[in-house]
């Protein structure tokens, strides 16, 4: 069983920076890949980013590519999303996820243990 915990969200204006963390519980995290998805009022949840098991490797959406850096600690069994230059079209719920189903990294039916999410919100 995993639980996951996200963090850092809040209100920010165009142009700021926010780190969210994402803190999971479980002897096994260390052995998943990660992913940070977001949802906005009325829209389906989209993929955002994702990062290896290793850290080796890391994945983004074109939204984000180049504003967003995904990383990881698995000694403190914490995923992180640093967002720069945000955007009022960054604004949604943030959520972290572990993939340990079979699929692509950006499909959400990969992922199968869920935070509750974390508000972000970019004003203009």
């Known amino acids: 069983q995993v639980q996951l915990v996200e963090s850092g969200g809040g209100l920010v204006q165009a142009g700021g920076s926010l780190r969210l963390s994402c803190a999971a519980s479980?002897?096994?995290?260390?052995?998943?890949?990660m992913g940070w998805f977001r949802q906005a009022p009325g829209k389906e949840r989209e993929f955002v980013a994702t990062i290896s098991w290793s850290g080796a490797y890391t994945y983004y959406s074109d939204s984000v590519k180049g504003r967003f850096t995904i990383s990881r600690d698995n000694a403190k069994n914490t995923v992180y999303l640093q967002m720069n230059s945000l955007k009022p079209e960054d604004t949604a719920v943030y959520y972290c996820?572990?993939?340990?189903?079979?699929?692509?990294?950006?499909?959400?039916?990969?992922?199968?243990?869920w935070g509750q999410g974390t508000q972000v919100t970019v004003s203009s």
């Open positions: 996820a572990v993939q340990r189903l079979s699929g692509t990294y950006y499909d959400i039916r990969s992922y199968d243990y």
């Open positions: 479980g002897r096994t995290f260390s052995s998943y890949a």
